[in-house]
């Protein structure tokens, strides 16, 4: 079975870091693709950031371009996200989620939620003063 665990959330100041970590098992991590999405309190689930570990590929949204850095750990099939700078308005449940390569186009698609079948629970990070 595909499983997700989201872990390294938070209450941070506004200005401050966190790491996520999404513990990924049951699925070969070199032929999927792996992203992280939020959902704050009366939004839609929106993508972060994705990364293709084997090839080395990532992409961010607007919002995480320059303040979220994705990355991985191949040997222990981990994927983490750097939040440095963080703003009120990044408050939110994280997820972390995986689709495979294999059926998916590549690109801005890939910060599509509807495009992973495979989702963790959730850890929520909250920036407030």
């Known amino acids: 079975d595909v499983q997700l665990q989201a872990s390294g959330g938070g209450l941070v100041q506004p200005g401050g870091s966190l790491r996520l970590s999404c513990a990924a098992s049951?699925?070969?991590?070199?032929?999927?693709?792996i992203g992280w999405f939020r959902q704050a309190p009366g939004k839609e689930r929106e993508g972060v950031s994705y990364?293709?570990?084997?090839?080395?590929?990532?992409l961010y949204s607007d919002s995480a371009k320059g303040r979220f850095t994705i990355s991985s750990d191949r040997a222990v099939n981990v994927v983490y996200l750097q939040m440095s700078s963080l703003k009120p308005e990044d408050t939110a449940i994280y997820y972390c989620?995986?689709?495979?390569?294999?059926?998916?186009?590549?690109?801005?698609?890939?910060?599509?939620?509807?495009?992973?079948?495979?989702w963790g629970q959730g850890t929520l990070v909250t920036v407030s003063s």
């Open positions: 989620a995986a689709t495979p390569l294999a059926t998916r186009s590549r690109g801005y698609s890939l910060l599509l939620s509807y495009n992973y079948e495979n």
């Open positions: 990364i293709i570990s084997s090839e080395g590929t990532t």
């Open positions: 049951g699925f070969p991590f070199d032929d999927y693709a």
